[in-house]
Nanobody, 120 residues
Framework: QVQLVESGGGLVQSGGSLRLSCTAS????????MAWYRQAPEKEREMIAF???????NTAYVDSVKGRFTISRDNTTVFLQMNSLKPDDTATYYC??????????????WGQGTQVTVSS
């Protein structure tokens, strides 16, 4: 089994910054992709950024966060640096990690979610 533990959410004023982190631990896990999703009240969960866990570390972002958010990783921890936050960024943020687990094959796991609230 693989566990993901998130941290870094909170309340911030519009224009402020927060940094989320998510650390994977547990069974032997060959990570392929690490991603951040968010879900605002009464809205669908959406992927906002991902990073490929190879030497290229390719990244991609949804248009609404491009230029403001930066995803990065350090071994089994993925970060989301969020700058110039807006009230529309208010949501519960989830990390998602996909990879190959010994004996189980391709799996993906979710963090517990961390609340980000941006006041106007």
């Amino acid at each position: 089994q693989v566990q993901l533990v998130e941290s870094g959410g909170g309340l911030v004023q519009s224009g402020g910054s927060l940094r989320l982190s998510c650390t994977a631990s547990g069974s032997a896990f060959n990570i392929y992709r690490m991603a951040w999703y968010r879900q605002a009240p009464e809205k669908e969960r959406e992927m906002i950024a991902f990073i490929i866990a190879t030497s290229t570390s390719n990244t991609a972002y949804v248009d609404s966060v491009k230029g403001r958010f930066t995803i990065s990783r350090d071994n089994t921890t993925v970060f989301l640096q969020m700058n110039s936050l807006k009230p529309d960024d208010t949501a519960t943020y989830y990390c998602n990690v996909a990879g190959v687990v010994a004996g189980l094959g391709l799996q993906d796991y979710w963090g517990q979610g961390t609340q980000v609230t941006v006041s106007s």
